[in-house]
């Protein structure tokens, strides 16, 4: 599975974008997906993700503000980020995991999301 992720930006607080993540192969409805972010000199963070099934998980500092959602027809996942605040920026990341598994197996190159104050 290749991830290409693209809508990064420079954007004020308080507005949004959007996040997508394009992934390759026929399979990507079997994919549980997953968004991660680092910001400079800080460890890479979980942000959301969204299982096989649909059902979502979110790191508490985004919840309410972030919303993750995949279409398996054009085999892309989206985070779409409202509400932007300078902690928000960072290089985010898309990952891939088949179905259930624990760890996440393929990533992406990532999108810079800078958020001016």
């Known amino acids: 599975v290749q991830l290409v992720e693209s809508g990064g930006g420079l954007v004020q607080t308080g507005n949004s974008l959007r996040l997508s993540c394009a992934a390759s192969?026929?399979?990507?409805?079997?994919?549980?997906m997953g968004w991660f972010r680092q910001a400079p000199g800080r460890e890479r963070e979980f942000v959301a993700a969204i299982w096989v099934g649909g059902t979502t998980d979110y790191a508490d500092s985004v919840k309410g503000r972030f919303t993750i959602s995949r279409d398996n027809a054009k085999n892309t996942v989206y985070l779409q980020m409202n509400s932007l605040k300078p902690e928000d920026t960072a290089v985010y990341y898309c990952?891939?995991?088949?179905?259930?598994?624990?760890?996440?197996?393929?990533w992406g190159q990532g999108t810079q999301v800078t958020v001016s104050s």
């Open positions: 192969g026929r399979t990507f409805s079997s994919y549980s």
């Open positions: 990952a891939a995991r088949r179905g259930y598994a624990l760890n996440y197996d393929y």
